[in-house]
Every structure is written in structure tokens, then in C-alpha cells.
């Protein structure tokens, strides 16, 4: 037990520190900014979940389900419906089917996910059904009179790529996470930006997705290296290793 524990640290070192930075900066922010429990609650888990889904472990969709419902939650307070719409429909759905396909998938050692590679034709098709409904989605948004509907529209086209993304064990999820996050930054800042009230208090939110940009970052570069031995790429299928491409 004590050598996979020291050889799972070792293994993923930095992205350790990355989480304790994280951890530390995010809750320094939340004190400094006032910013109510259950933001604090979801900075927490949501960083558990960046930094497992980075580690590529098997275990992520779980944490992933805790972030995103704790993510609605803040969203219905700051009355961002648009996040609240897409989290419901589109990644919580996504998320509890993805628990069944990492467990489904899961490495030798069983910590790990194996990874996958789908074909251009099956994410072209996915583009377009995401392009068919934000636009549908956008009007939904504006009878909502939700606030930054346009930004909003956009965000949700950008985040339900990687997130089909991670479902299928893409690795390429990342780069589109890269984007989604820095467009949710943007998103949260809007009313510090605007100069409305309780603006200040989501800033701990919007340190959340910048943390999200280095452990993006970071996962990239884990699953390639994790993911791109002889053995995968030569016997990919049966674990469901560069399987959907066939």
C-alpha cells in the first residue's frame, strides 16, 4: 500500500502542488472577498475534481458530479441561468453516464482510465448538434432575460465540446477546456466588471476556472504522456484504448 501511495505521488507531483496552491490561494480569496460557504464548499470540490480528471483517475466523473452540483447551486443565486440550464441538461447527465464508462475502462492498475481518440465524423456530427442547440438555447436564455445571454450562448457551445470530450476519454478535451474556461471567466467577472452589486464575491469563482487553465494544462500533458506507450497504441480496442476511431 505504502509503495502505490508513494508511487502515485511521485507519478503526479506536480499536479499535487498545483492543488495545494490552488487550495490556499482560492480560500484566501473567498475569506478576503466575503464569499458565502457554499462558494467556498464548491471552490473545494471542484478543485478534488480538476486535480483527478488531470491525474486521469478513474474516480473523476464522481467528483465531478459534487462540483457540478454545487456549481448549479451558486449559479441559481447569482441568477445565471444560462449555467444552470446547461449544467442540468447537458453535464450532469454526461457526468453520472461517465462513471459507468471510466469504471467500464479502467486501467490495470485500477486507478487510471485508459484513454480513447473518437473519429473526426463522430466530432463533426457532435459540433453540429451543439451549434443547433445554442441557438435554440439562446432564445430560451433571452425569455429568461438571463444577463449576458450572448456570452452565455457561447460559453455553453465552447463547454459542451470538451465535455462530450471527456465522456468518450478523449485526451483532446483539454485544449477545448482551455478555451471554456478562459470564455467562464469572463463570464463570472461580468458583473465585477459592470460594476454591479455582489460582483466582488464571485471572484473565487472565477479563480476557480483560472486554476482550471493550468490543471488543463497540465492534463494535457499527463494523459499524452500516460496514454502514449507502444503496448496502448499497438493493442488499442479491447480496453477501450484508441478504440472509437474504427
Given at each position: 500500500m505504502k509503495?502505490?501511495?508513494?508511487?502515485?505521488?511521485?507519478?503526479?507531483?506536480?499536479?499535487?502542488?498545483?492543488?495545494?496552491i490552488g487550495l490556499v490561494a482560492l480560500l484566501t480569496?473567498?475569506?478576503v472577498f466575503k464569499s458565502d460557504v457554499l462558494t467556498i464548499i464548491y471552490t473545494i470540490f471542484f478543485l478534488?475534481?480538476?486535480?483527478?480528471?488531470?491525474s486521469k483517475l478513474w474516480v473523476a466523473p464522481i467528483f465531478g458530479i459534487a462540483s457540478v452540483g454545487l456549481y448549479i447551486a451558486v449559479s441559481v443565486l447569482s441568477k445565471n441561468w444560462g449555467e444552470v440550464i446547461?449544467?442540468?441538461?447537458?453535464?450532469?447527465?454526461?457526468?453520472?453516464?461517465s462513471v459507468w464508462q471510466y469504471l467500464k475502462?479502467?486501467?490495470?492498475?485500477?486507478?487510471?482510465v485508459s484513454q480513447n481518440k473518437i473519429s473526426i465524423k463522430e466530432f463533426?456530427?457532435?459540433?453540429?448538434?451543439?451549434?443547433?442547440?445554442?441557438?435554440?438555447?439562446?432564445?430560451a436564455l433571452n425569455a429568461l432575460k438571463t444577463p449576458y445571454t450572448i456570452l452565455a450562448t457561447i460559453?455553453?457551445?465552447f463547454c459542451a465540446i470538451p465535455n462530450y470530450l471527456q465522456l468518450r476519454?478523449?485526451?483532446?478535451?483539454?485544449?477545448?477546456?482551455?478555451?471554456?474556461?478562459?470564455?467562464?471567466?469572463?463570464?463570472w467577472l461580468m458583473p465585477l466588471i459592470r460594476g454591479e452589486g455582489g460582483g466582488v464575491s464571485m471572484i473565487p469563482v472565477a479563480g476557480g476556472f483560472f486554476f482550471s487553465l493550468v490543471f488543463n494544462s497540465l492534463g494535457a500533458i499527463n494523459w499524452k504522456s500516460k496514454g502514449e506507450n507502444k503496448n496502448q497504441i499497438e493493442n488499442g480496442g479491447e480496453d477501450g484504448t484508441f478504440s472509437a476511431s474504427r
Open positions: 509503495t502505490k501511495a508513494k508511487e502515485f505521488v511521485k507519478n503526479n507531483l506536480l499536479n499535487l502542488i498545483a492543488f495545494f480569496l473567498s475569506i478534488i475534481y480538476l486535480f483527478s480528471t488531470c446547461f449544467n442540468c441538461l447537458f453535464v450532469l447527465p454526461i457526468l453520472f453516464f475502462n479502467r486501467s490495470k492498475e485500477g486507478v487510471y463533426l456530427i457532435f459540433v453540429a448538434c451543439d451549434f443547433v442547440f445554442c441557438v435554440s438555447r439562446f432564445f460559453c455553453f457551445f476519454r478523449d485526451r483532446r478535451m483539454f485544449y477545448f477546456y482551455l478555451l471554456a474556461n478562459t470564455l467562464l471567466i469572463l463570464l
